[in-house]
């Protein structure tokens, strides 16, 4: 009777399998909030360019050799600040934290709602001295030209920092007075990990009892064509971050003379070890946070894409043995492993007595620096080299995962489509570092999205060649920081308050 059954309900499970899918693919509908769009107020292009261009020719850059840092460049760029934008300067209380960040509060009428906090950073990454010459105007000259500003810093991040400072001017001559306490702070470190700025500035608001009712930084911005299959512009807003470790793999030897080498030198035995990690990477995942962001999209994408998307409970094992092949996408779903520094040797006919690599690693949700450290040694076992973490590299666990369903998320997404109508969002997952870290014990809510739209072309003068941004984008990145401070500040858009 069994033997008749099996066969018999193997058909009919075949026959609905079609079926189902096809259900759960017209049931994938768009999650996107209903926003009508906000002109927002008037801003004179031109002015606020200007404005950003004296900012950018500071040359505010952060080394990892502490002893060339410019602190006359920062302390300049303050001044700077005060004289650009007075009433910020007169309204609000202005701290300086660690000696060169600073903390604005603008204190809100009810002081029972939680505060607001807008973040960037006042430093900017060095410029190659080989590719200096390869800019089309200066790296530190605010050069305004062919509808461009340019220069280091005009991503990342002095946009965001200075045009945030114009959205509160802004507000502040219009007379407004929100009903929550705004907060800006703007570090003088992100780039060498933050251990001075945001850091400090976290642990100073931590130390006065202050709870976050959001905190947004950096991230990702609005992209076109760069995620296949989604023909609208798609918002990035980043819910949490990568873990970060940093290995160094040594291998000591006697040495001697090269014309009686052993089988494997020093060289070659810590070749062996990182060619063995290169070739067994971690393991992909489709969860957590880059789950959340393929079913946000999957209701934007083509049927057939649609159709996988919507029915991961079967093809999430094909999707995690497919995606990773492109290195954006592998780099969300996997910890990634990049051998960043090797060094070895002193002269042609001398072999080392010494080898170090140091391996990046950027730790997905879900591994853990101990595990991390464990499975390297695990994979280079056998080979006579030491594993360790990099001495005085600082190293982190993955931050903790921001609610999507929060009053804040919604408030975020329907800003973001106020200004930018048409577009998408969609949680993501930021794979490199932020400064917002520090803020986690303040706020569930803690996200990253630079209001800023950028092509394939401008993610790569991101801390490279000829960074710029056009006028007429700043322009709008002022205009989405004025609206998202209105939407905040007066609470209306949060839910639970009246």
Known sequence: MFAILIPILVVLLLL????VLLFRALRCTSRQVQAKPVAGPEIDAEAVAERLAGAVRFPTISYLDPARFDREAFLGLHDYLAQAFPRVHSALTREVIGGYSLLYTWPGQETGLKPLLLMAHLDV??????????????????RIADGYIW??????????????????????????????????????????????????????????GVELEYVLDEGGG????????????????????????????????????????????????????????ERRPFPAHLAGVPRATFEQLAPEMPPGMRLVLANLWLFRPLLEWVLPASPEIAAMLRTTTAATIFQAGVKDNIL???ARAVVNFRLRHGDTVEGVIARVRRIVHGLPVEVRPVADEPYWEPSPVSDPGSPAYALLERTIREIYPGVVVAPSL???ATDSRYYAPLSRNVFRFSPIAL????????????ERIAVAEYARCVRFFWQLIRNSAEGALLQGET
């Not at 990454?125 to 605010?142: D, H, I, K, L, R």
């Not at 092509?455 to 000829?466: I, S």
Request: hydrophobic residues 40%; charged residues 20%; contains cysteine.
């Open 455 to 466: 092509g394939r072309e401008d993610l790569r003068r991101v801390h490279g060649t000829d």
């Open 222 to 277: 609005v992209t076109e064509g760069l995620v296949p299959g989604v023909r609208a512009p798609v918002a990035a807003i980043g819910m949490a971050e990568k873990g970060y470790l940093s290995l160094e793999l040594v291998v000591e030897s006697k040495g001697g003379h090269s014309s009686a080498p052993p089988r494997h030198t020093a060289i070659g035995i810590l070749s062996q070890a990182i060619v063995r990690l």
């Open 125 to 142: 990454v060095p410029v190659e001295p080989a590719s200096e010459g390869n800019w089309t105007y200066p790296p530190f000259s605010g």
């Open 151 to 208: 220069g280091r810093g005009t991503l990342d991040c002095k946009g965001t920092a200075i045009g945030a400072l114009e959205a509160l001017e802004m507000l502040l001559a219009e007379g407004f007075q929100p009903r929550r306490t705004i907060l800006l702070a703007l570090g003088h470190d992100e780039e060498v990990s933050g251990r001075h700025g945001a850091a400090a500035i976290a642990a100073l608001l931590r130390s006065r």
């Open 16 to 19: 609905a399998l079609p079926a």
């Open 430 to 432: 930021v794979t490199g």
């Open 352 to 354: 080392p007595q010494r």
